[in-house]
Nanobody, 121 residues
């Protein structure tokens, strides 16, 4: 069994910064890509960023420059730093990870339950 738990969401003023964290735990042998999606009210889920186990990061072009993703391989965690937050960043943010479990045969995607971010001016 694998769990991904996000934290760090909440209410933030526009222009401020907020950091989201996600911790993976359970039956984990190794993790490949970790990343974040978000879903704003009334909109489809949108990919935000991801990062490989070697630290190669990729970003949604529209968010590049304001968001920074990082991870701690030893702790199985991934963070998303959001700078200069805008009202349009209001969404539920979901963490995901491609995980190879002990006894498994391939990497499988796992998701967290989401953490809500509300940005107001």
């Amino acid at each position: 069994q694998v769990q991904l738990v996000e934290s760090g969401g909440g209410l933030v003023q526009t222009g401020e910064s907020l950091t989201l964290s996600c911790a993976a735990s359970g039956n984990i042998l190794k993790i490949n890509v970790m990343g974040w999606y978000r879903q704003a009210p009334g909109k489809q889920r949108e990919w935000v960023a991801d990062i490989t186990s070697l630290g190669n990061a990729n970003y949604n072009e529209s968010l590049k420059g304001r968001f920074t993703i990082s991870r701690d391989n030893a702790a199985n965690t991934v963070d998303l730093q959001m700078d200069n937050v805008k009202v349009e960043d209001t969404a539920v943010y979901y963490c995901y990870a491609d995980i190879f479990q002990y006894g498994g045969s391939s990497y499988l995607p796992h998701w967290g339950q989401g953490t809500r971010v509300t940005a107001s001016s």
